[in-house]
Nanobody
């Protein structure tokens, strides 16, 4: 089994910054894509940013220029640095990993449990 554990969420004032972290552990051979998604109340879950093993990235238009995703392949960890946060960034942020399991070498997709980010004065 694989486990994704997020950390770094919390309450921040508009214009502030947060850094989210997600560590993947367990039966992992390699991780192709790691990403962050978010879901606000009453809305669908949406992609915030994702990063491929080679380092290429995708960002949602709403966070471009304010957000940086990075990863440490050796530690199976992905980070999301968010700056100039806005109230509309308030949501539960979920870590996602598309990976190859050890031994079976089968492809799986996993989600973390989510971490709340609230942007409010």
């Amino acid at each position: 089994q694989v486990r994704l554990v997020e950390s770094g969420g919390g309450l921040v004032q508009p214009g502030g910054s947060l850094r989210l972290s997600c560590v993947a552990s367990g039966n992992i051979f390699s991780i192709n894509v790691m990403g962050w998604y978010r879901q606000a109340p009453g809305k669908q879950r949406e992609l915030v940013a994702r990063i491929f093993r080679g380092g290429s990235t995708n960002y949602a238009d709403s966070v471009k220029g304010r957000t940086t995703i990075s990863r440490d392949n050796a530690e199976n960890t992905v980070y999301l640095q968010m700056n100039n946060l806005k109230p509309e960034d308030t949501a539960v942020y979920y870590c996602n990993a598309d990976l190859i399991a050890a031994i079976t070498l089968m492809n799986f997709n996993y989600w973390g449990q989510g971490t709340q980010v609230t942007v409010s004065s």
